[in-house]
């Protein structure tokens, strides 16, 4: 148990497809991001959300679009994906978003095991 | 740009010791951070150095040098369940970024 629950964990998908990625924390914490990884790739930062607000959004393409309802729930909608979008898709959470000088600004990230997604 | 170079794959007998490098050119830096990601799961996290020096957790050991750009992580009295990738990752003291290294993928052999 992670702390950090994913769903779906494997997801089959054609191009013209739609589908959401689903990522549930239980540590209450307020920071919550979607990355992007790919093999021998280092990790890719695309959403970041810190008590429900989006606060960084990496050149990520439209057919990406995050939801946050609230700070222990985060949605990934998917859809018109392209073949290099396959990947592994992994939430992470961490108490808050910080500033340099802050406690918490260095807090570790707690991730999920991610959904692997292969787009057909 | 931010660049963090790490060997992409080592190869360790069990019972031995390992170091696994972490060279990193960012402009500003915080913090270091490794994590360890088994193949299928989540990155679990490790340790995180802010000051120069050695910190030491179990079998896991965690070094920075923030004036050579230089981390490692030693990895003692190796046991197979140690087979994963490494990931080193930086924070930058300009914002709460973490800039990731592409991960060292450690092998275990008997």
């Known amino acids: 148990e992670t702390g950090v629950t994913q769903t779906p964990r494997h997801l089959v998908m054609g191009m013209t497809n739609k589908k959401s990625l689903k990522c549930e924390q239980h540590l209450g914490h307020n920071a919550m991001y979607w990355y992007k990884q790919s093999a021998k790739k280092p990790l890719e930062l695309m959403f970041v959300y810190n008590f429900k607000e989006q606060t960084e959004n990496n050149s990520v393409p439209s057919r990406f679009s995050p939801e946050c309802p609230n700070s222990s729930h985060l949605f990934l909608h998917l859809h018109t994906l392209q073949p290099e979008d396959s990947a592994l898709y992994l939430c992470?959470?961490?108490?808050?978003?910080?500033?340099?000088?802050?406690?918490?600004?260095?807090?570790?990230?707690?991730f999920g095991d991610g959904t692997r997604l292969s787009i057909l | 740009g931010q660049n963090i170079d790490q060997p992409t794959e080592m190869t360790a007998t069990e019972g031995a010791i390992v170091q696994i490098n972490c060279t990193y050119q960012?402009?500003?830096?915080?913090?270091l951070f490794w994590y360890q990601q088994h193949a299928g799961e989540a990155p679990t996290f490790l340790s995180y150095?802010?000051l120069d020096g050695l910190e030491e957790k179990g079998r896991f050991s965690s070094f920075l040098s923030r004036s050579k750009g230089y981390s490692y992580l030693l990895l003692k009295e190796l046991q197979m369940k140690d087979s994963a990738s490494y990931l080193c990752a930086v924070t930058m003291d300009s914002n709460y970024q973490l800039i990731w290294g592409a991960g060292t993928k450690l092998i275990i052999k008997p």
């Open positions: 150095n802010v």
């Open positions: 992470a959470s961490s108490q808050e978003m910080g500033r340099p000088g802050e406690s918490f600004f260095n807090q570790p990230q707690h």
């Open positions: 960012t402009s500003g830096f915080n913090g």
